[in-house]
């Protein structure tokens, strides 16, 4: 059935752990009457934040909540259990995972949000075959994959700009 990305329900432990490389995307919910104190940004690497990136923790008011996943690896951790980026010059991430399938299945549509004002491009390589796509900004854009009666097991990786956030993909 379809992956709601960042519903763990839905993504039913298909990723475990930090090995995937996609990373759980959170952004605030800011209540009506705070948002002009606390408008939401996202920065340069992809975190979204209401009134800034310091003391995000100290707004009671504002809860993070989980909305899709970001292609963000390869990534390490601090001292402190923060996520580190590896090349920090890099805006591209990647992030990968693997899933069997009835072979009833013909396509594997993933639906991608860019919350930037510039169109992004992100790679999806289904077993192998890539397509580059080109997300424009402030928008959505669903991307259909074919798939063929062979494939039952399948690897599938997105390689793309870690502002992207991949919110579902289902196989029909």
Partial sequence: SKIVWGDYASE??????????????????????????????????????????????????????????????PYTFSSGGAVELIDKKSTVGEGRFWIRVPSSRTSMSTTISNPMPQSLQIEITVNGVSSPVMVPGKSFSTVKTPLTRADKTISVSFKGDRRLVLLETDFK
């Fill in 12 to 73: 039913r432990g298909l990723l475990t752990g930090i090995y995937s490389g996609l990373i759980l995307n959170t952004v605030p919910v800011v209540p009506a009457d705070l948002a002009s104190t606390y408008p939401v940004t996202v920065d340069s690497v992809g975190y979204t934040f209401a009134g800034g990136t310091s003391g995000w923790n100290t707004k009671p008011a504002i809860q993070y909540v989980p909305r899709g996943r970001r292609a963000f690896g």
